[in-house]
């Protein structure tokens, strides 16, 4: 178990950590811990702190639109770039390594502007990220990206006690991972699924359940639900409702998980333990 620092004192850290950097892009999803390092590296570093998000179908619209705001509110530098993971065939496969493909189609999108700017591109990696199935960290090393967090000790639980202490309105926000993590490994991984799969989410989060993964498998006939363990007997109250919002999205089955919502679900396709979410 880590030793919990007090506010002040991981603060001050991570400041010093961010101020050593001459220029920085921050690769910025737009959740809670990219948002502290985007919104700690432009304190420290003014505009040689560029918060840069990547946009393709894998990106939930709703968080692309959050990213903008986030850094508009915080006068932070923003800019977007397209990535082509989609277009890459061992991403598209979807096997256990879909996430390095994907960090490597970041990193190719970023690569230029880190060139032209002389800057070093940082990740949102916390120290809790380690014990988790995280192919993209490899990719990471390989280009020389740096990690923060990682480099002060930061776990979610420090990201969020230290966004607190900013004001920051991401501290509470929920894991958001890619939409394609919704997809069974080893089914493809295409635009078209990714979209069934948000409009869906949408569908189960107006219904009442801000906290769901609708995970995908049987090639895309199959939508399985996730919610938080308490929220599984309101869910199947709904279940209805909840199917009419599945198979309007263009799924042909319904299905709600009765084991509710953990952290990287599909990882037990490859015998490895999932984990509630931070």
Same mark, same amino acid.
Do not use: W
């Given at each position: 178990?880590?030793?919990?620092?007090?506010?002040?004192?991981?603060?001050?850290?991570?400041?010093?950590?961010?101020?050593?950097?001459?220029?920085?892009?921050?690769?910025?999803?737009? %959740?809670?811990?990219? !948002?502290? #390092?985007?919104? /700690?590296?432009?304190?420290?570093?003014? $505009?040689? @702190?560029?918060?840069?998000? &990547?946009?393709?179908?894998?990106?939930?619209?709703?968080?692309?639109?959050?990213?903008?705001?986030?850094?508009?509110?915080?006068?932070?530098?923003?800019?977007?770039?397209?990535?082509?993971?989609?277009?890459?065939?061992?991403?598209?496969?979807?096997?256990?390594?879909?996430?390095?493909?994907?960090?490597?189609?970041?990193?190719?999108?970023?690569?230029?502007?880190?060139?032209?700017?002389?800057?070093?591109?940082?990740?949102?990696?916390?120290?809790?990220?380690?014990?988790?199935?995280?192919?993209?960290?490899?990719?990471?090393?390989?280009?020389?990206?740096?990690?923060?967090?990682?480099?002060? %000790?930061?776990?979610? !639980?420090? #990201?969020?006690? /230290?966004?607190?202490?900013?004001?920051? $309105?991401? @501290?509470?926000?929920?894991? &958001?991972?890619?939409?394609?993590?919704?997809?069974?490994?080893?089914?493809?991984?295409?635009?078209?699924?990714?979209?069934?799969?948000?409009?869906?989410?949408?569908?189960?989060?107006?219904?009442?359940?801000?906290?769901?993964?609708?995970?995908?498998?049987?090639?895309?006939?199959?939508?399985?639900?996730?919610?938080?363990?308490?929220?599984?007997?309101?869910?199947?109250?709904?279940?209805?409702?909840?199917?009419?919002?599945?198979?309007?999205?263009?799924?042909?089955?319904?299905?709600?998980?009765?084991?509710?919502?953990?952290?990287?679900?599909?990882?037990?396709?490859?015998?490895?333990?999932?984990?509630?979410?931070?």
């Amino acid at each position: 178990m880590r030793t919990q620092l007090p506010v002040d004192a991981l603060l001050a850290a991570l400041r010093g950590r961010l101020r050593s950097e001459q220029r920085l892009l921050v690769a910025f999803s737009g %959740g809670v811990d990219s !948002a502290l #390092v985007a919104a /700690v590296a432009a304190e420290q570093l003014g $505009e040689r @702190a560029v918060a840069v998000t &990547a946009v393709s179908a894998s990106l939930p619209r709703a968080e692309r639109v959050a990213a903008k705001e986030f850094a508009r509110g915080r006068g932070i530098a923003h800019v977007e770039v397209d990535t082509d993971e989609l277009d890459r065939p061992e991403y598209v496969a979807n096997g256990a390594d879909r996430c390095f493909h994907c960090k490597t189609a970041l990193f190719d999108a970023l690569a230029p502007l880190a060139t032209l700017s002389g800057a070093r591109i940082a990740l949102g990696t916390n120290m809790d990220d380690l014990g988790d199935h995280r192919p993209g960290q490899r990719a990471a090393s390989q280009r020389g990206a740096i990690a923060p967090l990682l480099d002060v %000790g930061f776990g979610k !639980a420090e #990201v969020r006690q /230290v966004s607190v202490a900013l004001g920051l $309105e991401t @501290a509470e926000k929920p894991a &958001a991972a890619c939409l394609s993590s919704r997809v069974a490994y080893g089914d493809p991984v295409t635009p078209e699924v990714l979209h069934r799969v948000e409009i869906a989410e949408v569908g189960v989060r107006e219904l009442g359940f801000p906290v769901c993964r609708v995970r995908v498998h049987a090639g895309g006939a199959v939508a399985r639900i996730e919610v938080p363990a308490d929220e599984v007997p309101r869910a199947a109250q709904l279940r209805g409702e909840l199917d009419a919002v599945v198979r309007s999205a263009g799924f042909d089955f319904c299905a709600l998980d009765l084991q509710g919502f953990a952290s990287g679900r599909m990882n037990v396709l490859l015998g490895m333990p999932t984990r509630s979410a931070p």
